[in-house]
């Protein structure tokens, strides 16, 4: 089991809706937590049709990359939770615009339960004590 970071490309199992069969995909970390668990954003070689997604090419990425031999699609609409134990291997990481632009783009209704806040969003003050 690795430690893998914010920004990380990973490989992992992953079905991109209920009707689907997991299939090893590349996958985008967006956020971890202290017990092990990845919050992933998958990428696809096909753009989703009915929903949001960011083309991502070779000079997304700081280290490593993907054998992209035509675009890739992070579907930013689609946060997954993963353990470590499922990552197959690790791909490369993305600059930090990128990642920025990625975490930008994911909707603040697939972020619950991710610890994630987008830049510039703070939690609510809690009224009264």
């Known amino acids: 089991m690795g430690q893998y970071l914010r920004g990380d490309v990973l490989l992992a199992p992953v079905a991109l809706d209920s009707r689907s069969q997991a299939k090893t995909r590349p996958v985008i970390v ?60 690790k791909r490369g990481r993305l600059t930090s615009g990128s990642l920025s632009e990625v975490i930008g783009r994911v909707p603040d209704s697939c972020l619950s339960g991710s610890g994630l806040q987008k830049p510039g969003k703070r939690p609510a003050a809690k009224k009264g004590r």
């Open 30 to 89: 967006i956020a971890t937590s202290a017990d092990g668990e990845l919050h992933v954003c998958p990428v696809s070689s096909k753009p989703p049709t009915d929903a949001p997604s960011l083309p991502l090419s070779i000079d997304d990425f700081e280290t490593g990359g993907l054998d992209l031999f035509g675009e890739s699609y992070i579907m930013t609409s689609r946060v997954v939770t993963l353990r470590s134990g499922q990552v197959i291997g």
